[in-house]
């Protein structure tokens, strides 16, 4: 079982491979998920553990759907 902060790791990753495909800056990520810019920084260093209206917001500013980002964080080791 992974620990938190490997799955804060990993879903930091997932969320930055979402963008790069997205050709989303973190900044327009937060533009378009709502959330401060500060805090997708921090999410985005796998700094903090996700509430879910936080991942459903980040999945909306991707314009993808829940299981496609979660599909990011399974495919990663």
Do not use: D, H, P, W
């Not at 990520?29 to 401060?36: C, D, I, R, V």
């Amino acid at each position: 079982m992974e620990s938190k902060v490997e799955n804060q790791l990993k879903f930091a990753s997932a969320v930055l491979q979402a963008a790069k495909e997205k050709n989303l800056s973190l900044r327009k990520l937060s533009a378009a998920s709502g959330l401060e810019y500060s805090q997708v920084q921090r999410i985005c260093k796998g700094k903090v553990n996700l509430a879910l209206s936080t991942i459903v917001a980040l999945s909306e500013g991707l314009e993808i759907s829940l299981s496609k980002l979660f599909s990011y964080y399974e495919t990663l080791n």
